[in-house]
């Protein structure tokens, strides 16, 4: 996505909802292929959140929010083995207008939980 393009959506973002399409699968089931999902910027992101943000090659993606990392946001897609490296703020749009059920936060606290401990024990 062209560094122009992202900026205006995250600005968007930031004063109203913006649709942004889904084209992978790492989020299913809760968000597949084709999907549009409404994202809304927020000063806090909390553990289970699905957050829409640019990928270090420049492409958006949507994976859920772990926990928080100097550096930035922990995420990792539903149908992904392997989390994400840190997502800094600036590239972050925003969160996924969605009902997150309970059980999806805390499963994605215990694994924050789980990556916190690993790190504490080193």
Known sequence: MDLR???ALRDLAREEDSPVV??????????????T??????????????VV????AGDLA???????HPRGLVTKGDDCVE????????????AARLHIAFADRLRAF???TRI?????AR
């Open 5 to 7: 393009v992202f900026s």
């Open 22 to 35: 889904i084209s992978g699968d790492c989020m299913e089931p809760l968000l597949r292929r084709g999907e």
């Open 37 to 50: 999902v409404r994202v809304r910027a927020r000063r806090v992101y909390l553990p289970g959140d699905v």
């Open 53 to 56: 943000f640019r990928t270090r």
């Open 62 to 68: 949507a994976h859920r929010v772990l926990g928080w």
């Open 83 to 94: 989390r994400d490296a840190p997502v800094s703020r600036d590239d972050i749009v925003g």
């Open 110 to 112: 215990a694994a924050w």
């Open 116 to 120: 916190a401990a690993r790190r504490i």
